[in-house]
């Protein structure tokens, strides 16, 4: 009898973790460090109190979703990274190293990711369809809508590195 009651137990937390499937860990937070004036550690409830945007995209299920997150320059900016009217000379030569906990990596240019050079959509989100992310997908991902493939579109984002090509 006490095996049954186990099996049903653990079964009921099965279905519950499968159904909702959805990120809600705390503490999760991702780094932003390198070549900035002032490193961030930043998480889902910090992330949120940014500016945040959405964003309408087709994800690789083809179908589309609301996003809703911060744009990957308003972060760059809160942590002093080089960007707009400075944004010249050998900082040009700066790129952003995204890391997945599975250690994927990604990199875009400083240029492509500034409002004032690009009117790409970086986006940083937390959120899809009014919903945290899945906990296969988040609790951070980047949305990058402009990409023909979604190879750049990283989740489970942990940091977010900005470095000097010449390096």
Same mark, same amino acid.
């Given at each position: 009898?006490?095996?049954?009651?186990?099996?049903?137990?653990?079964?009921?937390?099965? /279905?519950?973790? /499968?159904?909702?499937?959805? #990120?809600?860990?705390? =503490?999760?937070?991702?780094?932003? =460090? =390198?070549?900035?004036?002032?490193?961030?550690?930043?998480s889902v409830k910090e992330l949120a109190a940014l500016?945040? #945007?959405?964003?309408?995209?087709?994800d690789r299920d083809g179908k589309e979703h609301t996003?809703?997150? *911060?744009?990957?320059?308003? @972060?760059?900016?809160?942590?002093?990274?080089?960007?707009?009217?400075?944004? $010249?000379?050998?900082?040009?030569?700066?790129? *952003?190293?995204?890391?997945? #906990? +599975?250690?994927?990596?990604?990199?875009?240019?400083?240029?492509? @990711?500034?409002?004032?050079?690009?009117?790409?959509?970086?986006?940083?989100?937390?959120?899809? +369809? =009014?919903?945290p992310l899945a906990a296969t997908e988040g609790p951070? $991902?980047?949305? *990058?809508?402009?990409?023909?493939?979604?190879? $750049?579109?990283? $989740?489970?984002?942990?940091?977010?590195?900005?470095?000097?090509?010449?390096?």
């Open positions: 009898m006490k095996l049954i009651f186990s099996l049903v137990y653990a079964l009921t937390w099965l /279905v519950l973790i /499968v159904n909702t499937g959805f #990120s809600q860990d705390p =503490g999760a937070s991702f780094a932003v =460090g =390198g070549e900035l004036l002032r490193p961030l550690k930043l500016k945040s #945007s959405e964003v309408k995209a087709k996003f809703k997150g *911060v744009m990957l320059w308003t @972060i760059l900016d809160s942590a002093g990274v080089t960007l707009g009217k400075d944004l $010249r000379g050998e900082n040009l030569a700066k790129f *952003v190293l995204v890391k997945a #906990s +599975d250690g994927y990596e990604v990199v875009f240019s400083l240029p492509e @990711i500034d409002p004032e050079f690009s009117d790409k959509i970086i986006l940083l989100a937390h959120e899809v +369809d =009014g919903k951070f $991902r980047l949305v *990058v809508p402009q990409d023909k493939k979604h190879a $750049r579109w990283i $989740r489970q984002l942990t940091s977010i590195q900005v470095l000097f090509s010449k390096n």
